[in-house]
């Protein structure tokens, strides 16, 4: 298992060095001056000079990525050209939030989207099974953006039972300092982003989880299950179930990702204080070492969570550490 | 022989809809409603999207606004109706240009293998490392808001899952029979892999072509709603609702009806995408 971990973490090392490159490239990417873009018409030769010169663009390409490069070898992301302030220091200080956010939202898509989906299974055929079904259906096809609008209106709007804007304290924070009234608060501002970011992968995850447990309830090995007379839950949870997760691990590491972009969405709408508000106000001032920082650690991020369900893909199923 | 040739494949196709599922061809009603709309505009509505009247601005559904007025007191069915052809233009040509590029890529990559294989699917790997819409959103940033940068930006981002479907049965076609048989009798590489190969990879490209336009619809009405999409004063629905949630408890209507209608569209996707799935794979066939 520790060759097997190792190995996927070494082919992780190509795919963050050309996402990097991928992210260098957007500056190259700005039609005209990078330079005249990034500080507008406005800007005099003076400062367009010392501008090129901050980012190295008076430099030829293969050495101004030479340097990115090196730069972020170095968790060097530059300085943010609005705020100036190192973009580190922005990303690490809204990272915790857009973690927060994304773990929460993960965990509701599970602990809800897996138990409907083995629901559906079970009753296939039902009434349950095509109203979970037309639920998730719903699920995937709704835009995030309008979901939470939906929730704000009826949540914040009408009955003013949730805040629609901002994040209270840390919720980790406040479980561990035992503060019982800010960690309600925490929770309170947490509820609606979450549900929010958490209904589109929870619908996806309840249609995999069906098909995956139909599929494999199919499966001789099941039948021979059920023919010596094994109860039905035994069958369910310990035969099907452990190897329906196969591709639903794998949905679940993928959904990390949606979560992450999500976020991007979300994080908007709800005031959130995370890197996804933080890019779309980057972009919106053309801050352009703040989008590549954030994009770039994001990417890293997701990169991350897909060799930990790798990782888990293999202690599921043993074969694949052979391979 | 040609009309009995033509006649058997429109009762094949005739066949083929008769097998989709109920809720595939409730996505084909949907869908044919929102195509109607793009197409034929004056069908369901005779007012100008761009006709400004301060006086209605906020206005609730009434009969003259059947479903009420945005900001600036303009039709917002006549918004929608004229919207919908931005969506739908911006997704199918998004989409095009992602199973354009996919496509190519795949074939070869699957074909040729060795280096070529690698090199293409480390590209892959690369674009597969960043969440989609924070992919386009970067792009969208760098090439400018406007329809065409939403288009190219979306068609970059998702090209990744054709060429990877693509290549896996490439893969899996090469080593077959037929493609034998063909090289055999003198074919060349491109004959092979366009007369022989290419039409045994279209059906999982069309079910994902299906799904993607969904996928499409709302990943241009977030870039929209984000401000970095298809810009106003055309009709898009995603600024359409963006503008809406600025007046949520006035005018509840826009954003309501503005997101309605786009759900409508990437549920009438998806519906026909699972349909298309059901058909064309037995496994997902329902019993």
Known sequence: MARYAARRLLLLVPVILSAAVVTFALLLLLPGDPALALLGQEASEVELARFRHLLGLDRPVLVQLGLYLWRVAHADFGRSITLDTPVLRLISSTLPATLELATASLFLAVLAGIPLGLLAARRRGTPVDTGTMLLAQLGVSMPVFWLGVLLILLFAVKLNWLPSFGRGEPLLSALVTGDTAVAADSLRHLILPTFTLAFFNLALLSRLTRWAMLEVLEEDYVRTARAKGQRERLVLYRHALRNALLPIVTIVGLQFGNALGGAVVTETIYGWPGMGRLVVQAIGQRDFPVVQGAVLVLALLFSLFNLLVDLTYAIIDPRIRYE | ?287
């Open chain 2, 1 to 287: 022989m040609r009309s009995s040739i033509r006649a058997s494949a429109t009762s094949s196709r005739g066949q083929a809809l008769r097998r989709l599922t109920l809720s595939a061809k409730v996505g084909i009603l949907v869908l044919a409603v929102i195509c109607l709309a793009a197409m034929v505009p004056v069908l369901f509505t005779r007012v100008n999207p761009e006709t400004v009247d301060m006086i209605a601005r906020l206005d609730p559904p009434s009969a003259g606004h059947p479903l009420g007025t945005d900001h600036l007191g303009r039709d917002l069915l006549s918004r929608l109706v004229f919207g919908a052809r931005i969506s739908l233009l911006v997704a199918i040509a998004s989409v095009g240009g992602a199973v354009a590029i996919g496509v190519v890529i795949g074939l070869l990559a699957g074909y040729y293998g060795r280096w070529v294989d690698g090199a293409t699917m480390r590209v892959v790997d690369t674009f597969l490392a960043f969440p989609a819409i924070l992919l386009a959103l970067a792009l969208v940033a760098v090439l400018g808001a406007g329809a065409t940068s939403v288009i190219v930006a979306l068609a970059l981002v998702f090209w990744t899952q054709y060429a990877r479907v693509v290549r896996a049965v490439t893969l899996a076609e090469k080593e077959k029979a037929y493609v034998e048989a063909a090289r055999a009798i003198g074919a060349g590489d491109l004959r092979i892999l366009l007369r022989h190969i290419l039409p045994n990879v279209l059906s999982p490209v069309i079910i994902l072509a299906t799904l993607g336009m969904g996928t499409a619809v709302v990943a241009e009405s977030t870039l929209s709603f984000l401000g970095m999409g298809v810009q106003p004063p055309a009709p898009s629905w995603g600024w359409t609702l963006a503008f809406g949630t600025r007046y949520l408890r006035d005018a509840p209507h826009i954003a309501t009806f503005s997101g309605l209608a786009i759900m409508a569209t990437v549920l009438g996707f998806n519906l026909l995408g699972d349909g298309i799935r059901d058909l064309l794979d037995p496994k997902f066939r329902p019993q």
